[in-house]
Structures are given as C-alpha cells and as structure tokens.
C-alpha cells in the first residue's frame, strides 16, 4: 500500500475503535454477540488464561509503557507488577473506558502512536492486540519508536490474534485489511496482520529486536518477549 493509502486506512482504523469502544470488552469476554457455545469458549477462555499467565511470568515491572492501551483490559494487569503505568491510545472514548476500569491509577496519554514521542525512556514497553494493526509500511518506523522508549536493558511483551477464525475476515490481495462489522451494522476496514511465529522473529530480527513467539494451545492468540538485539 501507498502512504496515501495507509493514512486513509489508519483514520478508518481510528474511527472504528472510537465506534467499537462500548461494545470491545463484549468480543474479549464473550459476551452478547459473541457468545460462543461450551466447548468454543471453554478452548478461548484456556487461551486467555495461557496468555495472561505468559504476562505474569514475565513480570512487567518498573516504569511500563502501554501503547494502544485500549479499554484497560491489559492495563490491570501491568498495574499489579509496574511502579508506574503510562498508557497510550488514539481513541479518547477508549481511554475513558481504561480510566473507569483502573479507577485512575496509570498515567493516561491521548495520542496517535505514529505520531507521538516517549518522553522518557521505560523498563517495559507492552501492547496487546495492537502489532496486527500496524502497517507493513510503518512496520520498521514502530520498531524504532518502541526502541527509543526502552532503557538500553529494557524488554517487550506483546500479545495478539493468531491466524485461527479472524483470517477469514482479510480483504485485500496484500494480506493486511479486514473489513470488520460493529452490531449495528457498520463496516470498517482497517489493518490486520496475522503472524507466524517465525516470521515475526524473523522480520523482528531484521529491524534489531530479539523475540520469542509462541502460540497459545488452542491457537487463538500469539505473545512474545523479548530485548532489543545486541
């Protein structure tokens, strides 16, 4: 895709989160129109659980930085382990929901991602369900953002979707759009890409970064840690 077009897609992307805020939490929970049956849920649900343990043995402490921070669903987790949480999102009804859901306790950025500068740099830098939404084209410009929040000694944690069930809702020839629909009926394409876990330590590598990536045993979600390259 062309900057053009990547500028148009990402203020689409902006627009449907604005839109999907009241309903986000609904998807991670499985709730209302996304309930799934017993035996769906009951593998979803074990998921959820391998990835938030994968969290909590990682131990994000110290100074953290949340990008895309969403409606806080992440953010109470840091909280247990960090000194001091800085979260970042595009979206001011996002944030709000975040601010509700940790009852103030992290510092609260309303900022693009493309856009912003760390103002300090963090022991941890954390983004769930985020990197899938970053552009190819913008692919080596975050890495680099995320590099000049870190202290020199600093580690990432990300989680995400694995390819399992959301591929179906890829639109483009390039692999990195979806058209996603809210209850009411409208759509939005936006950015999506699902990695391999060897691709992403692969392309992770070429831009400077160290990680290992896993999948969950069920296959809905990916995570991966790991420290700039020395």
Not at 212 to 223: E, K, L, P, Y
């Amino acid at each position: 895709m062309d900057e053009a077009t990547v500028d148009r897609l990402l203020a689409e992307q902006r627009r449907y989160y604005r839109e999907r805020a009241p309903e986000y939490d609904d998807w991670w929970f499985r709730r209302a129109g996304y309930v799934l049956d017993t035996e769906t849920a009951a593998r979803w649900f074990a998921d959820v659980r391998e990835v938030e343990a994968a969290l909590e043995a990682f131990g994000p402490r110290g100074d953290v930085l949340e990008l895309a921070a969403g409606t806080g669903i992440w953010t109470r987790h840091l909280l247990r382990h960090a000194d001091r949480v800085t979260a970042v999102d595009a979206v001011a009804d996002v944030l709000d929901l975040n601010r509700a859901r940790t009852s103030g306790a992290a510092d609260y950025v309303l900022a693009d991602v493309f856009d912003w500068e760390p103002p300090r740099e963090f022991d941890v830098c954390f983004f769930g369900f985020w990197h899938s939404h970053v552009p190819r084209r913008r692919f080596e410009a975050f890495w680099q953002l995320v590099g000049r929040a870190l202290k020199p000694e600093g580690r990432v944690f990300l989680v995400d979707s694995a390819r399992l069930g959301d591929a179906r809702h890829l639109v483009s020839s390039t692999g990195e759009v979806a058209r996603r629909r809210l209850s009411d009926g409208r759509e939005f394409d936006i950015v999506k890409r699902f990695w391999e876990p060897s691709e992403l330590e692969r392309e992770a590598a070429a831009v400077g970064w160290r990680l290992s990536v896993r999948t969950t045993a069920n296959g809905h979600f990916i995570s991966a840690s790991g420290t700039k390259a020395r």
